[in-house]
């Protein structure tokens, strides 16, 4: 289906992207466009003005500080994510988006948008919850820092406000970290997925079994402390035609234990 017709903005800055989407109720931010060009197709989202952030190198980019905390901008594509050596001082990340789609979707896809589409069957949002990451929202007022657990809101929503862009991710520093997921297919979507961190204690997100996230934190990281967890969070997935919620809450269970042994490995 061919899209309606949409007035398209390319600002130079971020404050001019801002200033854009301050004038205009309608505009959307245009990150890779995986999402949001086929919601549009099929009338899902109707905005009236599409705000290109590609280009602008403000919001691209991966710093490694000393202590080991990555910053990541919120237009970094998978494949710069992948290709980062100081990216490599937090894995995980590198291994999860390699996963994600093909080589296509991974050269236009960025970091930003995935989350901010806040899809519970997307790679990220579980794993940004597990490693405890940190999101920098910009806005008229200037500017605001959330965590993964205040950020993802809801399905398709997030902290990310009318007028507001998210601009970078902040990842603290940290090793020992698992990843687990049944797809559809060997890059689709997840049917279920599951991340875990470990440092000192243990921490668990579930995804594709509510609209955000289920952060878990076990007694500990052996196999029965896991599985009882997972059970204690009395999960309620929906069913659809790749899964029943009896199956994605079996599922939750497998892949939270995967995940946690993965971690633990490391």
């Excluded at 988006?97 to 991974?106: F, N």
């Excluded at 997307?122 to 605001?144: D, Q, S, V, W, Y």
């Amino acid at each position: 289906m061919l899209l309606r017709e949409v007035e398209y903005a390319k600002p130079a800055s971020v404050a001019d992207a801002l200033g854009v989407l301050a004038q205009n109720d309608g505009a959307r931010a245009l990150a890779g466009g995986q999402t949001l060009i086929n919601v549009m197709k099929a009338r899902a989202a109707s905005p009236d003005v599409l705000v290109d952030l590609n280009g602008l190198d403000e919001l691209k980019g991966i710093e490694l500080a000393g202590d080991g905390t990555l910053t990541i901008g919120a237009m970094t594509t998978y494949t710069e994510l992948m290709a980062s050596a100081e990216a490599k001082a937090r894995p995980i990340l590198g291994e999860v988006v390699s996963t994600i789609a093909d080589v296509q979707v991974r050269n236009r896809g960025t970091i930003g948008g995935n989350v901010c589409a806040s899809d519970p069957t997307n790679h990220l949002p579980p794993l940004m919850a597990a490693i405890g990451a940190r999101f920098t929202i910009a806005g008229a007022n200037g500017e605001r820092e959330v965590g993964a657990d205040e950020f993802f809101l809801g399905v398709y929503m997030t902290a990310v406000g009318v007028g507001e862009l998210l601009t970078k991710i902040t990842i603290p520093a940290g090793k020992h970290d698992g990843f687990a997921a049944v797809t559809l297919g060997v890059d689709g979507t997840c049917i279920a997925n599951a991340a875990a961190s470990l440092d000192g204690s243990l921490r668990i997100a579930l995804g594709c079994v509510d609209a955000v996230p289920v952060v878990l934190e076990p007694a500990s990281a052996d196999e029965a402390a896991v599985r009882e967890a997972v059970r204690g969070a009395a999960l309620d997935p929906p069913s659809d035609v790749h899964a029943t919620a009896e199956y994605r809450t079996h599922l939750a269970e497998v892949l939270a234990v995967r995940a946690a042994r993965q971690a633990q490995e490391r």
